[in-house]
């Protein structure tokens, strides 16, 4: 009863408030997102991984950085789930405490990139003229430039370690969520519902703010999401080259990194963080597809 | 006293001058119309009056205060705009509650919950659409609300870019009895961009008929409705609309 209750209040056509007009909103886009299978399982998949990484020292069966020379290089079984590495660490308990370092490195770069290109891709395309010159002239400097390689020179000179590498990453992402943000600006720039503000007295700090940057989230969101697969990715190959984390910290590409010396005979070692970040990366890619499904403004404005 | 003066205005769009020498004087509590074909640019007067198209000379003065290019908040207090379509003129992502906060917050006025409501009332919405988005209104709704949103601020001066030629007939009446009822609670100073000489006759008190970016006649109303017009582009126009003969 109470929830046949909830259901009608947030479905309700005449909604009493501000608060219950906003979650009547999100749950319709939910009830969406729910019927689209694939996209179910990539959100299943990531918030596995912020459940891991949350309750790493619960799930992991031993210390992640505790050496054990007797019992290295062991295949997987019951007492080593996934094997154990050179030194003798339980590889199971790596790439679950990997999960708090890739988790990190996704939010930092997506909480730095993404709010930094939205702002600068929006003002430029709101504002025009030369502002719009000047800043698109800077977003396009960085992205003619390889990401990868432009990464490595920043941790190169920033010095290697997982803090610098995430830095590199958001320094090389923000680019691309510029011109997006820019490329949507543009298509509601002249648009009545602004006129209709700058009319009203409305600066240009409030429409970009107010009215243009709500409208670019939701396209941005899906774009950061897609994008999260190859954050990590980039991730890994910083440390696959050892300018990512360092050891003894348990990062996927760093491990990958040492167990390709013996890939040929104990092949648990690189395979299962390989593992991990290839289901993490299409569960970001699945859920970025359903989310695009649910949120893109091009798909009609039904939410 | 005059609410609208504009003397010999010429806008234009970077290389391109739409208008050429338009003149009009608007008494206040007067509706005047500007009528003529797409591309006359009777709209592009509006728009240099509200300050969307910056880029003019000659005289524009809004109750004897010269208008400056641009828009300042001050201005919105006095002059406002209702758009054509009513699909493009509310943002997609916000509520009839949020689309009227904003003006208010511009403006710096206070009880917000007591204005909305009253303006609400004051265009014949019921309060249960406040909280809606504009994707759950009709168009007639729609345009409600954004004559609402042009209210709130209480201005003096209203300018319609052809505010009904987006819905439906039978809705396109409701909009412009609301507007009439408006105009004689409110006393406000209607300046009206249309091609629809019916309209004219109902909601207007003078007219001017544009082509080319000229004014070609500035007559009354009365005028309009015995079929006096005197320019013969104008006659022209007035035929075209007229109902054919069965």
Known sequence: ?303 | MTAIHIDNLDVSYGETQITHGVSIDVEEGGSFALVGESGSGKSTVLKAIAGLAPEWRGTIEIFGRPRSHGIDPDFARTCQMVFQDPYGSLHPRKTVDATLMEPLNIQGLSDHNERIAAILKDVGLDNRFRFRYPHQLSGGQRQRVAIARALIVEPKVLLLDEPTSALDVSVQAEILNLLKRLRRERGLTYLMVTHNLPIVSFLCDRLAVMRGGRIVETAGAENLKQGHLQNEYSRELLALSAPPAV
């Not at chain 1, 990997?98 to 290109?117: E, F, N, Y």
């Not at chain 1, 600006?185 to 009545?192: I, R």
């Not at chain 1, 013996?262 to 395979?271: C, G, N, P, Y």
């Open chain 1, 1 to 303: 009863m109470a929830f046949t209750d909830m259901r009608s209040w947030l479905l309700d056509e005449s909604p009493a408030s501000r608060s219950q007009a906003r979650w009547g909103r999100i749950f319709r886009i939910s009830l969406a997102f729910r019927s689209n299978t694939l996209a179910m399982v990539g959100l299943v998949i990531v918030l596995a991984l912020i459940a891991m990484a949350a309750f790493a020292p619960w799930i992991a069966t031993h210390d992640p950085i505790a050496q054990d020379t007797y019992a290295r290089l062991r295949p997987p079984s019951a007492a080593n789930w996934m094997g154990t590495d050179e030194l003798g660490r339980d590889i199971w308990s790596r790439v679950v405490f990997g999960a708090r370092i890739t988790l990190a490195i996704v939010i930092l770069v997506a909480a730095l990139a993404a709010p930094a290109g939205l702002l600068i891709g929006a003002t430029a395309g709101y504002l025009g003229g030369w502002v719009d010159r000047v800043l698109m002239g800077i977003t396009d400097i960085f992205l003619s430039m390889p990401k990868l390689i432009l990464a490595l020179a920043l941790v190169a000179a920033l010095g290697p370690g997982i803090e610098n590498a995430i830095l590199a990453i958001a320094v090389t992402s923000w680019p691309s969520y510029a011109r997006i943000a820019r490329a949507e600006t543009l298509t509601f720039k002249n648009a009545d519902f602004i006129a209709a503000s700058r009319l009203q007295g409305a600066s240009s700090w409030r429409i970009v703010v107010g009215h243009i940057l709500p409208l670019c989230t939701s396209s941005m969101i899906v774009r950061v999401t897609l994008d999260m697969a190859g954050i990590i990715l980039t991730a890994a190959g910083l440390g696959f080259i050892g300018l990512g984390a360092q050891p003894p910290l348990p990062e996927w590409g760093a491990m990958i990194a040492r167990g390709r010396t013996f890939i040929l005979d104990q092949w648990w070692v690189a395979t299962m963080p390989g593992f991990a970040i290839i289901t993490v990366s299409l569960g970001f890619c699945f859920l970025g597809d359903g989310l695009r499904d649910v949120l893109d403004p091009k798909s009609g404005e039904k939410h």
